[in-house]
């Protein structure tokens, strides 16, 4: 109002002054009851205008006055509102902090405030009954939402939470495909689907919501390819004995899915070379190690064929080893191959890159052999000392003591396949609980002994460490479940009354 009256006295102001500078004031007469005014045309505009606003100023004053009433019922109903608001703030923030008193207040204040919002107030009422641990009432909560369409799907999943809440499971599964049947996108209600597949065990039925995830775009396309090898490779785990051809069909579509995953490449090279396809096998074990390297694909490797000599099997390992050289595994690997092929040289230099990585009982095990192989009977045991109280590495714990890699329950394979689609992780379930794995020390042992030097003179000549290949030495230093075993070594079978056996009162190495 302020403004439009400003801009009228400028326009006048401007007419005035345009009249003014014609050099013509002009007049003005009005007659009006009985009287007569004589005026300049400039007055006169300037009159009309004044008249004007006046007349405005007067008509919104009376609108203003007119109009109180509504305007008070405004401000109340706003005001109304913002308390509504605020409530329902409130008791959603303490809902989320667990506080189910301060909630259920909040929500029986917003039940009375909020008229227009009905169904902020219903779930506030639901999520608060079950912040205070009354199950029953949330329960009655969301049964009262189902009755309106846009609410179902959120009264779905609180009905799937407080079933599993009262260890309901079949409530909760109810719940939640009812809920996957009603949206596309329910990821949540798939999930729950998934999960209760897995903990059964049924690998075809979770490979089928896998791909229909897919399908929705619930999932993306590297998490899909990911749960689905992890599937194919617990269904081959779970077929391995009683249907291995099935197992191997399982197991091969893992393998070409994701390369890099352990557990299927090694169940599809195991099956391949149980059927005497060595070459297919090798490629497999191949392919995997490119991607990711895992002590167990390196041992299943080696014992794909018996048939040869250890530098030729060495060879192999070494071929093996250029497929990814600078990972971890290699660097162990090849000092592994080195000492197969009784190359204590090759076997130390390759050692060189190592020297870096963190002791664990597995490399203390490999520094032993070195110095065993090196002459150095002493050192072997020092290294061993230390190895006994070294933390374990988890890839070892894959192979458990009979040798036989990625042995899981159904449960540690439902465990590694939710990790590994979500994060691409190879979990470790026998290293998490702590269980006794595959020996990574060789039996040497570990006290002086006044017969040593003895046995020392007797072994003159000895140029290479015991390996797994020669059994009657370590012994269990490799136990996989495709370990050849055979006659001990001559040098063995020529001293049969020279063991390295510890006295009754060793001392231990420091």
Known sequence: MIRVSLILFVIALIIVAGLALTGDAGSANLVWLGREIHTTAAVAVLMVFFGALLAAIFWRVV??????PKRAARERAENHRKQGVEV???GFLAAAAGDGAEARRMAQRASE???????????????????????????????????????????????????????????????????YSLERTARWAWRAILED???????????????????RK?????????????????????????????ALDFASQSAKLKPGFAPGALIASRRLAAEGRIAKAAGVIEAAWKEAPHPALWLAYRDLTMAETPKERAQRLSNLATLNPQARETRILAVEQALIAGSYADARAASEGLKDEPLTARLAGLWARLSNAGGNVDGARAWMARGASAPQEPEWSDINPQGKAFSYTPADWARLVSTYAETGELIHPRFERREAVISELPRLPVAYSAAQTIVRAADTGLTHAPIADDPGFFAGAFDDADTPSGPPPAAERRRPSLRRTAPPKPRIVK
Not at 141 to 158: N, Q, S, V
Request: aromatic fraction near 4%; hydrophobic fraction near 55%; charge should be neutral.
């Open 63 to 68: 609108l203003w006055v007119a109009t109180t």
């Open 88 to 90: 329902l703030t409130k």
């Open 113 to 179: 405030l909020v008229q227009d919002s009905p169904a902020l107030v219903r779930v506030l009422s639901a999520q608060a009954a079950e912040a205070a641990g009354d199950l029953t009432a949330a329960r009655i909560a969301y049964t009262g939402m189902l009755g309106f369409p846009d609410m179902r799907l959120a009264a779905l999943r609180g009905l799937m939470q407080t079933a599993l809440a009262q260890n309901h499971r079949a409530e909760a599964l109810k719940n939640a495909e009812e809920a």
């Open 197 to 215: 597949r897995l903990g059964n065990g049924d690998w075809p039925a979770a490979l089928d919501l896998v791909k229909t995830a897919l399908a």
């Open 218 to 246: 619930i999932v993306s396309p590297i998490v899909a390819e990911r749960a689905r090898a992890a599937l194919l490779a617990a269904s081959a785990a779970s077929l391995e004995e009683t249907k291995p051809a099935q």
